[in-house]
């Protein structure tokens, strides 16, 4: 079974010309490093501060191909039901 992904911006990032973090990601890492079997149980992916931020638009194309694969052979025959 695949793991949930769980995206976060990469620690100590550089933007507006000088090193950053997100408070809200290390919020987050806290919570992981404090429950190390939540960090194991997830596939932590990190992102860069740009937009867009491509590994999750890469993520969210590919989850909406795959539920039109399968949900749209459905809707039609849900479609002729109800005709």
């Not at 507006?16 to 960090?39: H, M, Q």
């Not at 491509?54 to 002729?80: C, H, M, N, S």
Request: net charge positive; aromatic share 14%; proline share 6%.
């Amino acid at each position: 079974m695949q793991k949930p992904i769980l995206f976060l911006l990469a620690p100590g990032f550089e933007d507006n010309g000088r090193r950053e973090y997100c408070s809200d990601c290390a919020t987050v890492w806290g919570v992981l490093s404090y429950f190390p079997a939540i960090k194991e149980a997830v596939e932590i992916r990190y992102e860069t501060i740009s937009h867009p931020r491509e590994g999750l638009v890469d993520y969210l194309v590919q989850a909406v191909t795959i539920a039109r694969l399968w949900y749209y052979p459905r809707i039609l025959k849900f479609r002729k039901m109800c005709a």
